[in-house]
């Protein structure tokens, strides 16, 4: 199908450890885009990846986009207790309702002080 | 920060009861979706409009119906509210093609149906 599988479902670390979420699909994806839903609150857009092999930096977060462009990456560097949250991919949707996206099922993040 | 307004923020009702969930931007977009969260899971999109007069239903089967007579305007409505209900209802508007543009949703609503 369409869905994109995302791992872990959960992830627990200690403050200033790293952090990666993967996110993995059965087709190749024209681009991918990544969200972050704090406790309580609604997703936010983070950053879309479109080219083979892409590599995005935003402070200590880094997006990968496979160079096959089936699977992406979010990877935080030394994670501080902001990065609290839910992780979200999503992919586009192909079929009857083109241009809407798909979301995975999340990683829920959680840092220990 | 997002221009895209939601009310109730929560909202608690009894069974049987019609709601409306309203969602405002200000962004002028064309396109505006519906999605609903179970606390912590994944999103499920159960309304989209790509403009004026548009709506189509999502992905996920949904009792409850929606309007488009105004660009800045897409309401949501359960004719008869059920605890089933109970969830996060997210409405969301994207500059283009979301797959380009991106979502930007709003606050959400949490409802519960008791």
């Known amino acids: 199908g369409q869905q994109v599988m995302q791992i872990p479902q959960y992830q627990h670390v200690q403050e200033g450890e790293d952090f990666t979420t993967y996110c993995n699909s059965s087709t190749t994806l024209s681009n991918i885009q990544w969200y972050k839903q704090r406790p309580g609150g609604h997703p936010v857009f983070l950053i879309q990846l479109v080219k083979s092999g892409e590599v995005k930096k935003q402070k200590r977060l880094t997006f990968q986009f496979g160079e096959a462009k089936k699977n992406s990456s979010l990877h935080i560097t030394a994670t501080q207790t902001t990065d609290v949250g839910t992780y979200f991919c999503a992919r586009p949707y192909y079929g009857g309702s083109q241009g809407n996206l798909i979301f995975g099922k999340g990683t829920k993040l959680s840092v220990k002080p | 920060e997002a221009d895209i307004y939601q009310t109730p923020r929560y909202l608690v009702i009894g069974t049987g009861k019609k709601i409306t969930l309203e969602c405002s931007q200000t962004?002028?977009?064309?396109?505006m979706y519906w999605y609903q969260q179970d606390p912590g899971m994944e999103l499920h999109l159960i309304h989209y409009s790509y403009g004026v007069n548009s709506t189509e239903k999502g992905d996920l089967s949904s009792e409850s119906t929606v309007s488009r007579i105004r660009t800045e305007h897409f309401p949501l409505t359960l004719e008869s509210a059920r605890p089933s209900h109970t969830s996060q209802y997210l409405c969301?508007?994207?500059?283009?093609?979301?797959?380009?543009?991106?979502?930007?949703f709003g606050s959400g609503t949490r409802l519960t149906v008791v």
């Open positions: 969301a508007s994207s500059a283009g093609p979301p797959t380009v543009y991106g979502y930007t």
């Open positions: 962004m002028g977009h064309d396109k």
